[in-house]
T-cell receptor, first 114, second 114 residues
Framework: QQQVKQSPQSLIVQKGGISIINCAYENTAFDYFPWYQQFPGKGPALLIAIRPDVSEKKEGRFTISFNKSAKQFSLHIMDSQPGDSATYFCAASRNDGTASKLTFGTGTRLQVTL | DGGITQSPKYLFRKEGQNVTLSCEQNLNHDAMYWYRQDPGQGLRLIYYSQIVNDFQKGDIAEGYSVSREKKESFPLTVTSAQKNPTAFYLC?????????????FGPGTRLTVL
């Protein structure tokens, strides 16, 4: 049962363009939605995160848009750069009483071309 | 430098052998996690531990075992019962408690069964 659905699977964007990755979740108990960035052969690193009491969060070129009623959230990368080429994972977290647990989407491989 | 270390970086195993992957953190985090990453499937939770001497199964615990004898260490054993162990294994840790504490990831161990 996939609780967090992510699309697209891969994305090619020209340098300077906008990259958009979408995620949808099912479990309304989720209360924290992070995005992770992963370079080949490395562990994921937190990029930006949002809680459901706000509809948008911006950090530099990265913005999360959150739609609680639709149970959807998305990552926008403005002015995409070749250094942004990586795999991006959305995730959703909840505390089940013993520990916080992340459920990950299947990832989006982003390639930014010159 | 605070962080999470995983060793070895690459591990080769013959069929029928048990192998143990090391994970150590010096972040003074309470909770630790093991994930498995396969191409196109995102990260899937194997085991997690909130406190010393206590741990819970994640979504894909069959064929794996863990121990948590020290706060800073959470080794994962891949047993011969794991039918398809070739994957990238990631260890993570967090302060624990609330769901919006960031999970920090180690650099990963790539396990290949020969």
């Amino acid at each position: 049962q996939q609780q967090v659905k992510q699309s697209p699977q891969s994305l090619i964007v020209q340098k300077g363009g906008i990259s958009i990755i979408n995620c949808a979740y099912e479990n309304t108990a989720f209360d924290y939605f992070p995005w992770y960035q992963q370079f080949p052969g490395k562990g994921p690193a937190l990029l930006i995160a949002i809680r459901p009491d706000v509809s948008e969060k911006k950090e530099g070129r990265f913005t999360i848009s959150f739609n609680k009623s639709a149970k959807q959230f998305s990552l926008h990368i403005m002015d995409s750069q070749p250094g942004d080429s990586a795999t991006y994972f959305c995730a959703a977290s909840r505390n089940d009483g013993t520990a916080s647990k992340l459920t990950f989407g299947t990832g989006t491989r982003l390639q930014v071309t010159l | 430098d605070g962080g999470i270390t995983q060793s070895p970086k690459y591990l080769f195993r013959k069929e029928g052998q048990n192998v143990t992957l090391s994970c150590e953190q010096n972040l003074n985090h309470d909770a630790m996690y093991w994930y498995r990453q396969d191409p196109g499937q995102g990260l899937r939770l194997i085991y997690y531990s909130q406190i010393v001497n206590d741990f819970q199964k994640g979504d894909i615990a069959e064929g794996y075992s863990v121990s948590r004898e020290k706060k800073e260490s959470f080794p994962l054993t891949v047993t011969s019962a794991q039918k398809n162990p070739t994957a990238f294994y990631l260890c993570a840790s967090t302060m624990g408690g609330v769901s919006y504490n960031e999970q920090f990831f180690g650099p990963g161990t790539r396990l290949t069964v020969l």
